[in-house]
């Protein structure tokens, strides 16, 4: 006989709080994937050298 009690932000002060938090963190989280994506591919190229630049070192 577990209830599960679930607490509500007492005013809109604290709403809007939690809400410009959830905000930001998603804009955060949403730049943060757009810089990984970037980075990404300034690598792509790189790698594709990578095999060739190691035949090239082996004589191959």
């Known amino acids: 006989d577990h209830e599960e009690v679930i607490l509500a932000p007492s005013t809109t002060n604290e709403l809007s709080a939690l809400e410009?938090?959830?905000?930001?963190?998603?804009?955060?989280?949403?730049?943060?994937?757009?810089r990984k994506l970037e980075h990404q591919h300034n690598l792509e190229p790189t790698?594709?050298?990578?095999?060739?630049?190691?035949?090239?070192?082996?004589?191959?």
């Open 20 to 34: 410009a938090k959830r905000r930001q963190k998603t804009l955060t989280a949403r730049r943060s994937r757009k």
């Open 47 to 60: 790698i594709e050298n990578v095999p060739k630049a190691t035949l090239e070192a082996e004589g191959v």
